[in-house]
């Protein structure tokens, strides 16, 4: 059985910084491409940023330069650190396998003065 179970989360000033973390079970993080996608309220779920099981990484475009996307395979984690963080970055954050399908129940992330 797959656990995905993120933390991190908290709320921050316009500016501040936040890493989440995603902790696997039941899998190993290299054995799928990985996802962090985010929900703000009233809005579609949207995708954040991917991790290739090459390595290569793509991000939502308002995010490049501020976030990044890594893989710890010896801890079997996937992190996010988000830098200059946004109040249009507030939102639910979850991470996953976009393949087979696997996500967890995500951390909430509030952006505000």
């Known amino acids: 059985q797959v656990q995905v179970v993120e933390s991190g989360g908290g709320t921050v000033e316009p500016g501040e910084s936040l890493t989440l973390t995603c902790v696997v079970s039941g899998e190993k993080v290299n054995s799928y491409d990985m996802a962090w996608h985010r929900q703000a309220p009233g809005k579609q779920r949207e995708f954040v940023a991917n991790?290739?099981?090459?390595?290569?990484?793509t991000y939502l475009e308002s995010v490049k330069g501020r976030f990044t996307v890594s893989r710890d395979s010896g801890r079997n984690t996937l992190s996010l650190q988000m830098d200059d963080l946004k109040p249009e970055d507030t939102a639910v954050y979850y991470c996953?396998?976009?393949?087979?399908?696997?996500w967890g129940s995500g951390t909430q992330v509030r952006v505000a003065s």
């Open positions: 996953g396998f976009p393949g087979p399908n696997y």
């Open positions: 991790i290739y099981r090459d390595a290569v990484t």
